[in-house]
T-cell receptor, first 111, second 118 residues
């Protein structure tokens, strides 16, 4: 369901290290999930998506893992760069084209 | 492709003013657009679903008379915050779904409107 009123968890990583950002979702019927990146003062940008018939999907430097058993989603960023610093949200499809967003994680990359 | 433009990017106005925010899909048609509100260091909260040619669907707790939504064309939805008060100050973000796309496709977001009510 929707995460309301929760403050963002934070994650700090050294430049060049890998980052793992986690997300728990609530609706076992959700069949589509998206990771978005939001920079300060901007709208969310699409990073990668995954359908529920998959466990893993890879993009450029990013991998999304889906564990439907425990309703868990993760985003892995390889060789994290300063430009990756942002807030990352997972979103689950609820009905039709409607999505609910997770709490979000603020990623800070230390040069 | 799939660009969503939101205007204005920032509004500062006095309490009691009504403020209109526009959301346009620039290179695709959107039968459905979504309006979100985001408070500092919090997640996006879905306020309403805007449907072209019909009434918007509001989430529980969102006052439809306070947040008026109009979706008169396939490329434009507007959100009007009526008689805005300081507690309405927030970051309002719209997104749009490409009417020509298949199911399970991402929404495309505008860059948000920072609303500050004095």
């Amino acid at each position: 369901g929707e995460s309301v009123g929760l403050h963002l968890p934070t994650l700090s990583v050294q430049e060049g290290d890998n980052s793992i950002i986690n997300c728990a979702y609530s609706n076992s019927a959700s069949d589509y999930f998206i990771w978005y990146k939001q920079e300060s003062g901007k709208g969310p940008q699409f990073i990668i998506d995954i359908r529920s018939n998959m466990d893993k999907r890879q993009g450029q430097r990013v991998t999304v893992l889906l564990n439907k058993t425990v309703k868990h989603l993760s985003l892995q960023i390889a060789a994290t760069q300063p430009g990756d610093s942002a807030v990352y949200f997972c979103a689950e499809k609820i009905t039709g084209n409607q999505f609910y967003f997770g709490t979000g994680t603020s990623l800070t990359v230390i040069p | 492709g799939a660009v969503v433009s939101q205007h204005p990017s920032r509004v500062i106005c006095k309490s009691g003013t009504s403020v209109k925010i526009e959301c346009r899909s620039l290179d695709f048609q959107a039968t459905t657009m979504f309006w979100y509100r985001q408070f500092p260091k919090q997640s996006l909260m879905l306020m309403a679903t805007s449907n072209e040619g019909s009434k918007a669907t509001y989430e529980q707790g969102v006052e439809k008379d306070k947040f008026l939504i109009n979706h008169a064309s396939l490329t434009l939805s507007t959100l009007t915050v009526t008689s805005a008060h300081p507690e309405d100050s927030s970051f309002y973000i719209c997104s749009a779904h490409n009417a020509g796309s298949t199911s399970n496709q991402p929404q495309h977001f505008g860059d948000g409107t920072r609303l500050s009510i004095l």
